[in-house]
């Protein structure tokens, strides 16, 4: 990696068409390892039982039981390798390196029952528009590690001030957790009330919103918006939201996908990108509260 972004680039570029391959590949894997925590995680509300966390090197699963055992997996972004470890103290690697979604399936689920770790999943992605089912996909299968670095190091920084948004927060909130499924790191509010039903909406769906919430995170961006950028939206959404002044001036309502939006360029080319960022979240939390008519007086932290 001798030409990658140097590590005191707090904030590094990112620019989604340098890494659009990689950033498509990387997905995906992340799908076959999420997936196997699906099937092997006891549900929780919201579906807060699948997505993955930052962790000092990489992404993790956190632990996952299985039978009288824990096993956990790392994705680690500085030596890239992949690492599966059990609570009888096996470690198990897979270098990550260019080799196609099939192969990495292939090779994680021999991995997986080399530990007697016995789990099928559902090979065909979640959330992705015409997907190949990942053990036939040989089309996804780029590998750069000094994107996959700055890619992590940026979720580093979004992690640590949405934790920081977090933490005004007295009501039902999420933890900051990444979704392999929609591939964006996010923490969510709630309001404490049900929302009404969602006509049509398939089970997974119906669950991640059966009650009021404002959610805001990072998305890096896709072939149809390859603009990395940071997102707030409200679900329901209530009425007036989309003409809500929000700071800070270049953040934007997007009236396609429902959604404030905040683009990561304009956050690390600002003098304080993390008071960009709590700016950003704190604004259009507070638009989408009050005109929600949140409980704010007891929701919230005081003073």
Request: proline share 7%; with cysteine; hydrophobic share 35%.
């Amino acid at each position: 990696m001798s030409n990658i972004s140097t590590p005191t680039e707090i904030w590094p570029t990112l620019p989604f068409e340098e890494w659009q391959d990689t950033c498509e590949t990387l997905h995906l894997w992340m799908q076959v390892v999420g997936k196997v925590r699906l099937e092997l995680s006891p549900y929780q509300n919201h579906w807060w039982q699948v997505p993955f966390y930052i962790n000092s090197r990489g992404l993790t699963t956190s632990p996952i039981t299985y039978q009288n055992r824990i096993f956990e997996v790392n994705f680690d972004f500085i030596d890239h390798v992949l690492t599966v470890q059990t609570s009888d103290g096996a470690t198990r690697y897979l270098p990550l390196i260019p080799r196609s979604v099939a192969d990495f399936y292939r090779e994680f689920m021999a991995i997986l029952k080399s530990l007697n770790i016995e789990v099928e999943i559902n090979t065909l992605p979640s959330e992705i528009l015409n997907a190949i089912p990942c053990d036939e996909d040989q089309d996804h299968k780029s590998y750069d590690p000094e994107y996959v670095n700055r890619f992590w190091r940026l979720l580093v920084q979004a992690d640590r001030v949405l934790k920081i948004f977090r933490g005004g927060f007295i009501g039902k909130s999420s933890p900051v957790h990444f979704f392999w499924g929609s591939f964006d790191l996010a923490v969510t509010r709630f309001s404490g009330k049900r929302a009404p039903e969602r006509e049509g909406a398939d089970s997974i769906t119906r669950e991640a919103y059966s009650h009021e919430v404002f959610s805001v995170g990072f998305w890096p961006g896709n072939a149809e918006f390859p603009k990395p950028s940071f997102y707030a939206y409200a679900a329901p959404e209530p009425e007036g939201l989309k003409a809500a002044t929000v700071r800070p001036e270049k953040a934007f309502y997007s009236p396609e996908k429902s959604e404030f939006f905040l683009l990561y360029d304009d956050v690390r080319s600002g003098e304080n990108p993390d008071q960009l960022l709590l700016d950003f979240a704190q604004s259009t939390y507070e638009a989408a509260a009050s005109l929600g008519h949140w409980d704010r007086l007891n929701l919230e932290t005081q003073g």
